[in-house]
């Protein structure tokens, strides 16, 4: 299992964090109008290539440094301390990626490639009965280091040729439980594998944006009522 392409180079890197802070970051409006939605780019200066947009960050790209990756904090929104800190905590596993420099809103990381849970659905690839063995071996590794694996989903979790990688581990530091991945793994064995496993069918978003917006109101209605503990405990 191997989820890196290389390991850059510390010149490299170096050439690379100078090329972020003098051609990147001045050019790169980047903002968060609601934390449950991903962060809106409103400019971003060639040849860089947004890659992915999560609640709290976004990455980028640069086509002349492909095994490396730009995550930058929209304004305003915290974590990337912790997530820097959870990154040491977890050293070298291969269903992870490694933060090689910390800036002042940003971290370098090494690049991971392979496509979403999310996008798999999406286009029809299939999603491997060895990925999910390996997120579930990632996030056992992560508990034994004392980490939390929190929100760990379908647009986190990324399949490169049959394998397993966690892409965001920016709320491990969270406590208290986190049921997104349980979920998704019941979603999994008892539809997904069934139905979809040996003959997968594109999903159109629409219904795939419908069922994240359904499930994140029925979570938050059954937390405050205190049943989803008990539901997932039957």
Not at 162 to 190: A, E, H, L, N
Request: proline share 7%; hydrophobic share 40%.
């Amino acid at each position: 299992m191997n989820a890196h392409s290389h390991s850059p180079a510390s010149a490299e890197i170096g050439h690379f964090i100078a090329l972020v802070e003098s051609a990147l970051l001045p050019h790169w409006q980047l903002q968060s109008t609601d934390e449950h939605e991903p962060v809106e780019v409103a400019a971003l200066p060639a040849p860089w290539q947004l890659l992915g947009c999560g609640n709290y960050a976004a990455v980028v790209c640069h086509p002349d440094h492909p095994g490396l990756v730009v995550k930058r904090y929209a304004p305003g929104r915290p974590g990337l301390a912790e997530e820097a800190g959870v990154y040491a905590r977890l050293g070298d596993h291969p269903a992870y990626s490694a933060a090689l420099h910390v800036g002042a809103d940003y971290l370098i990381l090494r690049r991971i490639y392979g496509k979403t849970l999310w996008q798999c659905c999406l286009d029809g690839t299939p999603i491997t009965r060895q990925c999910i063995a390996d997120i579930d071996a990632a996030m056992a590794w992560a508990a034994e280091r004392q980490l939390n694996p929190h929100d760990v989903h379908a647009k986190n979790v990324m399949q490169h040729e049959g394998r397993g990688y966690i892409v965001d581990i920016s709320d491990f530091y969270k406590t208290g439980p986190c049921q997104r991945w349980s979920d998704f793994r019941k979603v999994y064995d008892y539809l997904y594998a069934p139905l979809l496993l040996d003959d997968p069918v594109p999903l159109p978003l629409w219904l795939m944006n419908g069922l994240r917006r359904c499930y994140r109101k029925l979570r938050k209605i059954l937390a405050q009522a205190g049943n989803w503990d008990s539901i997932h405990s039957k």
